[in-house]
């Protein structure tokens, strides 16, 4: 069965103190990991696509990575704005579209 | 470009009651997802529709859940009769391609009394 968890499930950071967030997977036949960011009351916001092991991305102060079996979204001196719920998420195997498995996330709290 | 539209934001009902969701995916996107978190879970996939057709509703949890979307626009959900169980986060999504991005929705919150 296609599985994706997370870890830590909640960080606590002091504005410019950098870390990374895990996302490991269990799915054969990977068609692209998922990053989105979710705010309070809103729903996910597309961050990064990754499609093979070794690819990176980056967008302001966070870059994703991909191993064969995990994926890091590292934040570099991060600020309050990027406080926020991280979710990574895979495609259902065997389908076609973004039917997406998706791990329970990452409360990330950037105090300044 | 107006994002993704769900109607309402909230919505309360006692158990045994009917509820209608609605989804105004982003303006010539083919493909309108439905997802939702219950309480303390994932978020959880439900049903698949490309234009007016049902591709995938492998997740959706019984049959007292019926998504429709007539003429390839707008989808309904409609829960029929809501348990408290449904209670939760439903979130829809849209994209123009298969392999692309999804763009959600704000979602609508569900409580079930």
């Known amino acids: 069965e296609d599985q994706v968890t997370q870890s830590p499930e909640a960080l606590r950071l002091q504005e410019g103190e950098s870390s990374s967030l895990n996302c490991s997977y269990t799915v054969s036949g990977l068609r692209g990991l998922f990053w989105y960011r979710q705010d309070p009351g809103k729903g996910p916001e597309f961050l990064f696509t990754l499609y093979s092991a070794g690819e990176e991305k980056e967008k302001e102060r966070l870059k994703a990575t991909l191993t064969k079996k995990e994926s890091f979204l590292h934040i570099t001196a991060p600020k309050p704005e990027d406080s926020a719920t991280y979710l990574c998420a895979v495609p259902l195997r065997d389908n076609y579209g973004q039917n997406f498995v998706f791990g329970p996330g990452t409360r990330l709290s950037v105090l300044p | 470009e107006a994002g993704v539209t769900q109607f309402p934001s909230h919505s309360v009902i006692e158990k045994g009651q009917t509820v209608t969701l609605r989804c105004d995916p982003i303006s010539g996107h083919d493909n309108l997802y439905w997802y939702r978190r219950v309480m303390g879970k994932e978020i959880k996939f439900l049903l698949h529709?490309?234009?007016?057709?049902?591709?995938?509703e492998s997740g959706m949890p019984n049959n007292r859940f019926l998504a429709e979307r007539t003429g390839g626009t707008y989808s309904t959900l409609k829960v029929q009769p809501a348990e408290l169980e449904d209670s939760g986060v439903y979130f829809c999504a849209s994209s123009q391609d298969l392999s692309e991005k999804l763009f959600f929705g704000s979602g609508t919150q569900l409580s079930v009394l």
């Open positions: 529709f490309v234009k007016e057709s049902k591709q995938d």
